[in-house]
């Protein structure tokens, strides 16, 4: 495997792709066929697709060509190359959910968030691997930084697919770590969105009060347009305002402070990663970032003492939302549950209203006490993930997820770290509803870590 | 038709036959024999379900006459005849959601509430008619009390079926008068709980921050038995603590005060409805029950001037969130789509993510004047529908009902009232999460009206 260095590793990029299309200089199929030249190249050994169809990409990039020569593209993402995590539904894909329960499955609706991306003119290139039913057991994607290594999961193929690169976007879900532990294992940009903030209808979940529709990309700026075409046309959740910001990517932001969280998961940091995290804050501090840590603030340190118990609060809220439909699965079709579904279930099945309903409880007071520090900083920074994903099909630890997915708290992964020669992402986390602020410092960190466009 | 007088009707109860089935003086299978034998005198005229699974229900009494007899009934609905509206999953028959699009489709699960019926021992007659997708189009069923009337909808079969009195218990769904307006309707007891109390998974919605998991029983006593045992099991809506309260149901608790409401509807209130709810409050307010409305409290009069806004502010939200998946059908199936259906969602295509956002805000604050008011006083009253079932097959209007979908507040309708020889519901809503005190409430307030146990 060559050397990875974040700072000269090439992802797909296609908000400047969209420039070259006004211009005439490229073009949508073109654009399409070079992925799928990268996805023919790398495809044996990454496993990113679960299904594609060239065919139907093919006739979406083909018509999209024809209105960029006409001048008239439909929307910002007129003619993006994007894969969409097997999760979520396609009308005129296969939709399994990651099982072989539902091996062959044809919703009779995309997901919104699909057709979004569709009704905008996106060339829909596939269905992506998932993990079975976004659980805890391996998806069969590996890492294209190093196939010995997991992607992560349960994105893995949206993760590996940009990560690779053989595309620019791919859109995944987030109930745990989902989005934000593969985007750091295999160098993508992603956002797991405030909560709410992309309509995740026709979303396959387990765990409906945690799970999140994320979105990955091989620059930051891409993140921001996709989720906010997503989100413009489809919506939120229902009952949500949906995501807040303008249509185009904001700019990027000095943050002033930030705070520096070490969570549950600093204590099962690997050296190597530690060191080249604490580069990052190094840099960061030099720079002028005032950056506040356990010691400097009380608020801080209550903080930290609620994040560390995150982990298990995080477990109590999904083994009581898995529940539905997961419990009946395993009554009805035992041989379609993998393993680690199956014990988290038994695990699980002890659990009380009671139990859930004081996890709730400690969930507002954790979000009141987010909101508090939030509203007095720019941001807070941590690791993506407690190192780079591990050698074997093993998912990798999401310790340094669980925080904001319980909280519902935006959260970007920055592929702004090399650790053991594969990607290890700086995760950057705002307050909830502020994403477009959270992206704008996102894309100065970024810039300023890697010295080039993000 | 008989002559209607709710002192007299006679719907069925269980919560008396489980009382029987112990000491073995009734046994489930002879109940459900009484059900089947009231279903076929009546369902050519009545037409309420869209399915029967007789069979299944047969060997699941049976299994209930056994437990019984062997001293270990499963659950307060053990032998319990039920039918479930046709817009919630059952894994073992058709569920249609009233639309041709879904002809014969089979889920591969039991919706969450389904599953606690089916575990605690229900024996599942079958699926009740729903109007299509649960829109504002005509259902086919009929109104037990005057089979030229409507029974109201969407919950058309549950409601009727119940009033009929057909079964005991009945479950439906609510996104804006769907279980209050048909119980109005047909004289049955029903519950709309607070949004979220009952588990929703497995429910087709259209309008998912406004509906609800509704029941509709012979009796306020089952109501709340079935209630509380399906949210016992199933939980509430992932993220929502679920319904507050006992296994058994309240004792009857007199209200010492009561804000009594016109809303928007009691300016299309005919006289004799009127009439019978004026001398209704005025019973309660003989017996002592101190009664306010408008002029009596500036607070009151805010109240009323915000739910005057309601219905306006439900269309909003339920255009906007019922896009999806809707918009989707109405182009890929258009002729699966209703009229009714198809105008709304016509009417609704110019709305924007900006009006969603400010009927957010609306609703919010229509919550927290809802709340301290609500924390004042034991409960609201009103009427259930400003009439009864109108003749032809229109399901008649949701005016009374929009203010507690869209604030998520309980309600109850109470069959108290004869109009023109047919029923029509006195309404008592509660605030947030005190659908026990609710009840409690309802069943003193029935009781003494009714002069029997409700």
């Not at 005129?92 to 044809?106: K, Q, V, W």
């Not at 976004?134 to 893995?156: C, I, K, Q």
């Not at 705070?259 to 804050?281: I, K, N, P, Q, S």
């Not at 310790?399 to 053991?420: H, R, T, Y």
Request: charge should be negative; glycine fraction near 12%; aromatic fraction near 6%.
């Amino acid at each position: 495997m060559a050397s990875y260095d974040p700072r000269t590793h090439r992802l797909m990029t296609f908000h400047d792709r969209a420039v070259a299309f006004r211009d005439g200089s490229d073009t949508p199929r073109a654009l399409l066929e070079r992925c799928i030249e990268a996805i023919e190249a790398r495809e044996e050994e990454i496993v990113a697709w679960a299904f594609l169809d060239l065919e139907g990409a093919r006739k979406a990039a083909d018509a999209a060509t024809a209105r960029y020569r006409a001048g008239a593209p439909l929307s910002p993402v007129d003619g993006l190359p994007v894969g969409i995590k097997d999760l979520i539904d396609t009308v005129d894909m296969p939709t399994e959910y990651g099982s072989t329960l539902f091996a062959g499955h044809r919703p009779k609706q995309d997901a919104a968030a699909v057709l979004a991306l569709r009704e905008g003119g996106a060339a829909i290139l596939g269905k992506t691997v998932t993990v079975t039913f976004g659980g805890g057991d391996p998806a069969r994607t590996r890492n294209p930084h190093d196939t010995r290594r997991t992607p992560g999961g349960s994105s893995s193929g949206s993760a590996a697919a940009v990560g690779a690169p053989t595309i620019p976007v791919a859109i995944g879900t987030h109930a745990r770590g989902s989005t934000v532990r593969p985007a750091s294992f295999c160098g993508a940009y992603a956002l797991k969105p405030t909560f709410g903030a992309i309509n995740r209808q026709g979303v396959f979940s387990a765990a409906d009060s945690m799970d999140h529709l994320g979105t990955f990309a091989g620059s930051l700026r891409d993140v921001w347009i996709i989720a906010r075409h997503m989100a413009r046309l489809a919506g939120g959740d229902p009952g949500h305002p949906g995501l807040y910001g303008g249509a185009a990517p904001p700019a990027p932001r000095k943050p002033a402070r930030l705070v520096r969280l070490d969570m549950a998961g600093w204590a099962r940091t690997d050296e190597a990663t530690r060191a080249a995290f604490e580069e990052v804050v190094g840099d960061l501090a030099s720079a002028g970032v005032e950056i506040y840590g356990r010691g400097d603030d009380p608020t801080i340190d209550a903080y930290e003492a609620l994040l560390a118990r995150m982990p298990e609060l995080w477990r109590d809220l999904y083994r009581f939302e898995m529940r539905w439909p997961m419990l009946q699965y395993l009554a009805l079709y035992p041989d379609d549950v993998p393993p680690r579904l199956k014990r988290g279930l038994e695990e699980g099945a002890g659990l009380t209203q009671e139990t859930y309903r004081a996890a709730l409880v400690q969930r507002a007071h954790a979000k009141n006490l987010h909101a508090a520090l939030a509203s007095r900083v720019d941001g807070f920074v941590t690791l993506a993930s407690p190192g780079p994903g591990p050698v074997g099909m093993d998912q990798g630890s999401a310790i340094f997820n669980e925080p904001s997915s319980v909280l519902g708290a935006p959260a970007l992964s920055l592929p702004l770290m090399a650790v053991e020669d594969v990607p290890v992402g700086v995760q950057l986390m705002g307050r909830i509803g502020g994403d477009e602020a959270l992206t704008a410092r996102g894309l100065w960190i970024a810039e300023h870590v890697l010295g080039r466009p993000a």
